[in-house]
């Protein structure tokens, strides 16, 4: 079993900037692809970026690219995301998430370990 913990998240101003880390336990996720994974109120989960066991092209949602980067530290167990020029419609909880394959997917359900989740708030 995976357990995964989620932190980072916060009230930041459009335009700023914050970094969500996600700690995983249990074994090690070193060969696992990673997600992170946003849900807005009354909308569904969509994907946000997601990134293979050895951070070879990772995959990063249209809405998101050029302003968000996901990275992973495979010493450490962990996953970041780092979240640049965020705009109000990025308000979400975050969740990060562990799929048994290598490579990144995109579809909610390959993952099969999710965090608690992390609220992200974005004023204008």
């Known amino acids: 079993q995976v357990q995964l913990v989620e932190s980072g998240g916060g009230l930041v101003q459009a335009g700023g900037s914050l970094r969500l880390s996600c700690v995983a336990s249990?074994?090690?996720?070193?060969?696992?692809?990673m997600g992170w994974f946003r849900q807005a109120p009354g909308m569904e989960r969509e994907v946000v970026a997601a990134?293979?066991?050895?951070?070879?092209?990772?995959y990063y949602a249209d809405a998101v690219k050029g302003r968000f980067t996901i990275s992973r530290d495979n010493a450490k167990n962990t996953v970041y995301l780092q979240m640049n020029s965020l705009k109000p419609e990025d308000t979400a909880v975050y969740y990060c998430?562990?799929?048994?394959?290598?490579?990144?997917?995109?579809?909610?359900?390959?993952?099969?370990?999710w965090g608690q989740g992390t609220q992200v708030t974005v004023s204008s």
């Open positions: 998430a562990a799929t048994n394959r290598p490579d990144p997917v995109v579809q909610t359900a390959y993952y099969s370990y």
């Open positions: 249990g074994r090690t996720i070193s060969r696992n692809a």
């Open positions: 990134i293979s066991w050895n951070s070879v092209a990772p």
